[in-house]
């Protein structure tokens, strides 16, 4: 008898804790990241300063060719007047070991298929390089050393696509061309470096498209009387997001969203926190009308949902109003009322 009441209880459990399951979901949107920096785009003019010893120079044709390559996005050259001052600073390549590498390949000829040993030459080298952007709003510092302590530079390694049949060919060959490799990898370096800095300097200064997520819960058991809206209401709340378009569309978004905003406040109230289930699945509705708000930039009625949250004991609605100050900061920095506005950047 017991055992048939420990049956029919676990039966009951296991039916009732669905009802108040909830699905979390991702809803994603486009703003304008905010740059550390900003520059308007009538004022984006740059200078290029080159800090090479005579090894390095002798890589490149001219610095006319580094300009050129050293221009960043909306950017144009002045040499007189620059905003934007970017120095490329490096020592000479210094070569830490010549050797050959072995490799085993199968050829097959008329005795049938038999392995033979290749030698391809390699060399191990290092070449600090260091490039600043200095503008009178800071400086952006990138380079080549290891994050250790103490910082060293990376040494960096090279094995040659030629195949010789004895480590001394190979090693010939190294020694014949050593000063076209190193010419070839001091270009390769340099560009390398400047390449992954780009970014880095468009960021800092220009308004750029981004994408963020708004984390979303929604009631998904089929016990629930929502149930039959669920699938519907996630798959229409995503579609409205990703229609948010960093140039614009707060009004339609807010207007189309507000009946699944409806649907999740009706669902939360239908829950009773005194219950410890169904006060999760209040929190986690609580915390997607919080993200919601957050997103649409309606960030009183957003903060409003966040302390809601961790009345109920949730940390989430403590990094959601970390996130809202944080927004409102970056929109009174740069003196804006949305991340979502047209520009022809």
Not at 153 to 164: G, H, L, R
Request: proline share 5%; net charge negative; charged share 30%.
């Amino acid at each position: 008898m017991k055992f048939r009441f420990l049956i029919i209880f676990l039966f009951s459990f296991l039916a009732a804790y669905p009802q108040y399951s909830t699905d979390k979901f991702g809803a994603y949107y486009s703003v304008r990241r905010m740059p550390l920096y900003y520059v308007p785009e009538n004022d984006r003019v740059f200078s290029l300063t080159l800090d090479l010893p005579r090894q390095v120079k002798r890589a490149f044709e001219s610095q006319e060719e580094l300009e050129r390559f050293y221009t960043p996005a909306g950017w144009k050259l002045d040499r007189e007047n620059p905003y934007l001052q970017i120095v490329i600073s490096s020592d000479y390549l210094i070569i830490d070991k010549i050797y050959e590498v072995e490799e085993i390949e199968k050829v097959r000829d008329r005795e049938g298929e038999r392995e033979v040993k290749f030698f391809r030459p390699a060399m191990d080298y290092h070449i600090p390089i260091n490039i600043t952007a200095t503008s009178p709003q800071g400086r952006l510092i990138t380079d080549n050393f290891t994050r250790d302590v103490p910082r060293v530079p990376v040494v960096y390694t090279i094995v040659v696509p030629e195949k010789f049949r004895s480590p001394a060919h190979a090693h010939d060959f190294m020694v014949d061309n050593k000063e076209i490799i190193v010419e070839g990898e001091i270009r390769h370096r340099i560009f390398e470096l400047y390449e992954s800095f780009i970014p880095v300097i468009n960021q800092s200064y220009v308004y750029t498209p981004i994408q963020e997520t708004a984390h979303i819960w929604l009631l998904d058991s089929k016990k629930s009387s929502f149930y039959p809206k669920y699938k519907y209401a996630k798959e229409e709340i995503k579609n409205i997001f990703s229609r948010l378009d960093c140039n614009g569309g707060l009004a339609e978004a807010i207007r189309d969203i507000k009946p699944y905003i409806d649907l999740i406040i009706e669902e939360a109230e239908s829950l009773n926190e005194n219950d410890k289930k169904q006060k999760s699945a209040k929190t986690d509705l609580l915390c997607a009308l919080a993200e919601i708000y957050y997103a649409l930039e309606i960030f009183d009625v957003s903060s409003s949902y966040a302390e809601k949250t961790i009345a109920l004991g949730d940390s989430r609605g403590n990094k959601i109003l970390k996130k809202i100050s944080s927004y409102k900061d970056d929109l009174a920095k740069h003196h804006i009322q949305s991340k979502h506005f047209p520009t022809g950047e």
